[in-house]
């Protein structure tokens, strides 16, 4: 049974900083996708950031409203994915969920219960 874990989340002015991490638990994650999305109250759920993993090794994308202020990494080691998000925005507030992706027959996905992220003015 996989299981994710999310921390991190908390309240933090414009401009600042926070790191979110995702403990995973239940099986080997060293070749799935490991990332995060984002809901905001009252939107639909939306792609952040993820690491993906192919037999060339991991890339790392991200959605352009993130991009040159977040990083995604991963350690293996640890089953962990973490989110460094810099220069917060208030439109940065929202939930965030860690989301692992195992490919095989039909790709699964699983999600953790969330974090909030709360940006102030």
């Known amino acids: 049974q996989v299981q994710l874990v999310e921390s991190g989340g908390g309240l933090v002015q414009a401009g600042g900083s926070l790191r979110l991490s995702c403990a995973a638990s239940?099986?080997?994650?060293?070749?799935?996708?490991m990332g995060w999305y984002r809901q905001a109250p009252g939107k639909e759920r939306e792609f952040v950031a993820m690491?993906?993993?192919?037999?060339?090794?991991?890339?790392?994308d991200y959605a352009d409203s993130v991009k040159d202020r977040f990083t995604i990494s991963r350690d293996n080691a640890r089953n962990a994915v973490y989110l460094e998000m810099n220069s917060l925005k208030p439109e940065d507030t929202a939930s965030y969920y860690c989301?692992?992706?195992?490919?095989?027959?039909?790709?699964?996905?699983?999600w953790g219960q969330g974090t909030q992220v709360t940006v102030s003015s």
């Open positions: 989301k692992v992706g195992v490919a095989g027959p039909v790709t699964v996905d699983y």
């Open positions: 690491t993906r993993w192919s037999w060339r090794g991991y890339n790392s």
């Open positions: 239940g099986r080997t994650f060293t070749n799935v996708d």
